[in-house]
């Protein structure tokens, strides 16, 4: 069993920056592969970000490619998203989920899931 809490989120202006974190508790976060994803009122939840369990490769949704930054932090059990040049496009619930095996980009194949935390970006 693993436990992810997210934090950091909040109200932003649009260009501006939010860091979330996701922090493991429970069975070796080192071992899981990880990812970000969002949901927005009335929207399916869609991939935002992956990093594998070493750090060394890292897949990010088209929407975000050079805005937003994953990380972790094995050490620390803490997983980051570092999210630059804010859109309104980009507010929704952010989650963090880890995988132990499957496609990245299906939120179905991860394994656990954290309560979410909400990224506003005002225009």
């Known amino acids: 069993q693993v436990q992810l809490v997210e934090s950091g989120g909040g109200l932003v202006q649009a260009g501006g920056s939010l860091r979330l974190s996701c922090a493991a508790s429970?069975?070796?976060?080192?071992?899981?592969?990880m990812g970000w994803f969002r949901q927005a009122p009335g929207k399916e939840r869609e991939f935002v970000a992956h990093?594998?369990?070493?750090?060394?490769?890292?897949y990010y949704a088209d929407s975000v490619k050079g805005r937003f930054t994953i990380s972790r932090d094995n050490a620390k059990n803490t997983v980051y998203l570092q999210m630059n040049s804010l859109k309104p496009e980009d507010t929704a619930v952010y989650y963090c989920a880890a995988i132990n095996s499957g496609s990245h980009y299906n939120p179905f194949a991860y394994d656990y899931w954290g309560q979410g935390t909400q990224v506003t970006v005002s225009s």
């Open positions: 429970g069975r070796t976060f080192s071992s899981y592969d």
């Open positions: 990093i594998n369990w070493r750090g060394s490769f890292t």
